[in-house]
């Protein structure tokens, strides 16, 4: 009788069929099994037998007649492969090949000439260019060669000192507007007397202080209720409760199975081999009931409240303590003279005589100003320019002698051997086989990855065409190209490895 791989899993769920209903029943407590541990030792060996039988002869059922194998080895869940044809490998070597054929060593004979005299041509009419030299005139017009300036010195006569940039910067802070200023104008410098005025002050003749006074603390009756025994506990039992729940058991555990793959992701032609996809078949589950415990044997504790009497007792009402009275200080007015302003200074143009000649200070600025100077200064100009003419030249005859052909040139030929040269070949050193290789199909893919390798392929400088997360003849000539570049397999699939090589998550 043959046990397939359904048949073990058949026979795993009944016996752990038989272990949960061992474990259930109408009570909490544990019953025994039907089995003795020797019995279900030895049923599990069996079990473990015919499982290693079965692996064995499906790995005997995936073996072609040619020797390779009908579904592709060690793939995991979810992984796709396509058969594919590995091209042979050559093995070089020598051998003695004709380089050049055998020919002929061709001999002349050269022509023979005889002289004649016949007019020829010696010189071509031509022409000559002769130069006409250009015409100047001269001109004469004003250079500036120094422009208009101004200058802020410290008075209008000549030979005045030029004003510094402390006195500029005091006048402008003053209240001169430097940038308005005309050439010609002066301003200078007053300084305004501090001012005095005359306050009263208040001064401390007494200081302030405290008066302390105390006052005693007062009581009175009240009756209070006083604890005579204390409040206690006692437990009482609470019995245990069940209830009966259904629960999913495993009935056939996830397994993967091959699976014929939807095609190879490019849309190009019909590629060669055939594509298998490991697929993933998950648990299904079978409902069992039993009787479980919901809630335990228990115990609660019950409260015994505390016993009181009321007792009659003195109370404090208020404590005894100080009161403390401020005494304020006293102060008297005092006449004192207080600075109001500190000297100032302050700037006018000279004609403003809103200020005293008495406080002015000396500082004075003017903003003269440097007329333009020019020279005079003769150029030359150009009135005609250089130009030139042209002269005719006849052409020249002479009657020369001429060599002409008397007999023509004429041949022979010698035998020449052929040559040979030994040359590198290569012959085939291992035959071609078809090979399982892990690819991207329909089955194990998205239009994000794909997006991913043509984004990959374009940063390292291959063209996949658009990002489009299509695969059209353009990104698999990018990939054909990227493969063969970086000694990867290179077929009409998108494989595994090109994937990993170009660095992106599948």
Same mark, same amino acid.
């Given at each position: 009788?043959?046990?397939?791989?359904?048949?073990?899993?058949?026979?795993?769920?009944?016996?752990?069929?038989?272990?949960?209903?061992?474990?259930?029943?109408?009570?909490?407590?544990?019953?025994?099994?039907?089995?003795?541990?020797?019995?279900?030792?030895?049923?599990?060996?069996?079990?473990?037998?015919?499982?290693?039988?079965?692996?064995?002869?499906?790995?005997?059922?995936?073996?072609?007649?040619?020797?390779?194998?009908?579904?592709?080895?060690?793939?995991?869940?979810?992984?796709?492969?396509?058969?594919?044809?590995?091209?042979?490998?050559?093995?070089?070597?020598?051998? =003695?090949? +004709? !380089? /050049?054929? $055998?020919?002929?060593?061709?001999?002349?004979? *050269? %022509?023979?000439?005889?002289? &004649? @005299?016949? #007019?020829?041509?010696?010189?071509?009419?031509?022409?000559?260019?002769?130069?006409?030299?250009?015409?100047?005139?001269?001109?004469?017009?004003?250079?500036?060669?120094?422009?208009?300036?101004?200058?802020?010195?410290?008075?209008?006569?000549?030979?005045?000192?030029?004003?510094?940039?402390?006195?500029?910067?005091?006048?402008?802070?003053?209240?001169?507007?430097?940038?308005?200023?005309?050439?010609?104008?002066?301003?200078?410098?007053?300084?305004?007397?501090?001012?005095?005025?005359?306050?009263?002050?208040?001064?401390?003749?007494?200081?302030?202080?405290?008066?302390?006074?105390?006052?005693?603390?007062?009581?009175?009756?009240?009756?209070? =209720?006083? +604890? !005579? /025994?204390? $409040?206690?506990?006692?437990?009482?039992?609470? *019995? %245990?409760?069940?209830?009966? &729940? @259904?629960? #999913?058991?495993?009935?056939?555990?996830?397994?993967?199975?091959?699976?014929?793959?939807?095609?190879?992701?490019?849309?190009?032609?019909?590629?060669?081999?055939?594509?298998?996809?490991?697929?993933?078949?998950?648990?299904?589950?079978?409902?069992?009931?039993?009787?479980?415990?919901?809630?335990?044997?228990?115990?609660?504790?019950?409260?015994?409240?505390?016993?009181?009497?009321?007792?009659?007792?003195?109370?404090?009402?208020?404590?005894?303590?100080?009161?403390?009275?401020?005494?304020?200080?006293?102060?008297?007015?005092?006449?004192?003279?207080?600075?109001?302003?500190?000297?100032?200074?302050?700037?006018?143009?000279?004609?403003?005589?809103?200020?005293?000649?008495?406080?002015?200070?000396?500082?004075?600025?003017?903003?003269?100003?440097?007329?333009?100077?020019?020279?005079?200064?003769?150029?030359?100009?150009?009135?005609?320019?250089?130009?030139?003419?042209?002269?005719?030249?006849?052409?020249?005859?002479?009657?020369?002698?001429?060599?002409?052909?008397?007999?023509?040139?004429?041949?022979?030929?010698?035998?020449?051997?052929?040559?040979?040269?030994?040359?590198?070949?290569?012959?085939?050193?291992?035959?071609?086989?078809?090979?399982?290789?892990?690819?991207?199909?329909?089955?194990?893919?998205?239009?994000?990855?794909?997006?991913?390798?043509?984004?990959?392929?374009?940063?390292?400088?291959?063209?996949?065409?658009?990002?489009?997360?299509?695969?059209?003849?353009?990104?698999?000539?990018?990939?054909?190209?990227?493969?063969?570049?970086?000694?990867?397999?290179?077929?009409?699939?998108?494989?595994?490895?090109?994937?990993?090589?170009?660095?992106?998550?599948?």
């Amino acid at each position: 009788m043959v046990i397939t791989s359904k048949g073990i899993i058949k026979l795993s769920v009944i016996s752990s069929a038989i272990l949960l209903a061992a474990c259930s029943g109408t009570a909490p407590q544990v019953q025994s099994s039907p089995f003795s541990a020797a019995e279900l030792e030895q049923r599990n060996k069996e079990l473990v037998e015919r499982e290693k039988a079965v692996a064995k002869r499906e790995a005997e059922n995936q073996q072609a007649p040619d020797g390779s194998e009908l579904l592709p080895p060690n793939a995991k869940p979810g992984e796709c492969y396509a058969r594919v044809w590995v091209e042979p490998t050559y093995q070089n070597y020598t051998e =003695t090949l +004709l !380089v /050049k054929d $055998a020919s002929e060593q061709v001999y002349i004979t *050269p %022509a023979s000439y005889k002289k &004649v @005299t016949e #007019q020829v041509l010696v010189q071509p009419a031509s022409y000559k260019m002769v130069a006409v030299p250009a015409q100047y005139e001269t001109v004469t017009e004003q250079k500036l060669v120094k422009e208009a300036s101004t200058q802020w010195l410290i008075d209008l006569q000549k030979g005045s000192a030029p004003a510094s940039k402390d006195l500029l910067n005091a006048a402008s802070e003053h209240g001169i507007d430097l940038a308005a200023a005309q050439p010609g104008m002066c301003f200078h410098e007053h300084f305004l007397p501090a001012k005095f005025e005359q306050v009263n002050e208040p001064v401390l003749i007494q200081e302030e202080y405290e008066v302390v006074t105390t006052q005693p603390a007062e009581f009175r009756w009240v009756e209070k =209720t006083v +604890l !005579v /025994k204390e $409040a206690s506990t006692r437990i009482e039992e609470i *019995p %245990a409760q069940y209830s009966t &729940v @259904t629960e #999913q058991v495993v009935d056939v555990p996830a397994h993967t199975i091959w699976k014929k793959g939807t095609g190879p992701i490019q849309k190009i032609d019909a590629a060669t081999g055939e594509i298998m996809c490991l697929v993933e078949v998950p648990d299904t589950f079978k409902t069992v009931t039993k009787r479980v415990l919901s809630s335990p044997a228990a115990t609660r504790t019950v409260e015994i409240p505390a016993v009181y009497e009321t007792v009659r007792v003195q109370e404090l009402v208020s404590e005894a303590k100080e009161m403390r009275k401020t005494v304020p200080a006293k102060y008297k007015d005092v006449p004192v003279t207080k600075k109001v302003s500190d000297v100032a200074f302050v700037w006018h143009e000279v004609h403003n005589h809103e200020h005293p000649k008495a406080t002015r200070t000396g500082n004075k600025i003017c903003l003269t100003e440097q007329p333009a100077q020019y020279k005079t200064i003769k150029r030359t100009l150009v009135a005609t320019p250089a130009t030139t003419q042209k002269v005719e030249i006849p052409a020249k005859y002479e009657t020369v002698t001429v060599t002409k052909l008397a007999s023509a040139a004429s041949e022979s030929r010698t035998e020449i051997p052929a040559e040979y040269e030994t040359v590198s070949l290569s012959k085939i050193d291992q035959d071609g086989y078809m090979e399982w290789r892990s690819i991207l199909c329909e089955t194990n893919m998205t239009r994000t990855t794909i997006m991913d390798i043509q984004r990959a392929l374009a940063a390292k400088g291959y063209n996949p065409g658009k990002i489009d997360g299509v695969v059209g003849r353009e990104t698999m000539n990018a990939v054909n190209d990227f493969q063969r570049d970086n000694q990867l397999p290179t077929d009409k699939y998108i494989n595994i490895k090109t994937v990993k090589a170009l660095n992106v998550s599948i």
